[in-house]
């Protein structure tokens, strides 16, 4: 079985700090958790849901991985979302899952209630799976 490792440009330099972004393995896509920053390690927006928000370049982040190998938000069949107050913040959430989601079919969902991220300032947390041909 080979194993692909996914770091494309844009992104943080993973290894440097002692992981993948994502890998490919038996014909399916797993990623790390893609959170709001940019590969400077800066974090955008101060919510969840303003347009240069976390949650939002957290997708964006997600969308470079895919794109690596030819896939898109599309080819995804399931998010888990690690979500910081999720009972706060889950409305804004959906607010900004429909921009990346708006109509069926829709990947399967878990969204998780953290207290806290890797980071201070983290609040939304993506991990990914699609499924690639080898």
Known sequence: MSREIIQPDGLIDAPSIGYSHAIVEGGTLYTSGQVGWDEEFELAGEDIQSQASKASKAFEN???????????????????????????????????????????????????????????????ELEVEVPVET
């Open 62 to 124: 997600v969308e470079t991985l895919l794109a690596e190998i030819d896939k898109s938000l599309e080819d995804v069949t399931k998010v888990t979302a690690h979500i910081v107050d999720l009972h706060e913040n889950r409305e804004d959430f959906f607010e900004v899952w429909q921009e990346f989601y708006s109509e069926p079919p829709y990947p399967c969902l878990t969204l998780l209630g953290p207290d806290q991220l890797a980071q201070p300032g983290m609040l939304v």
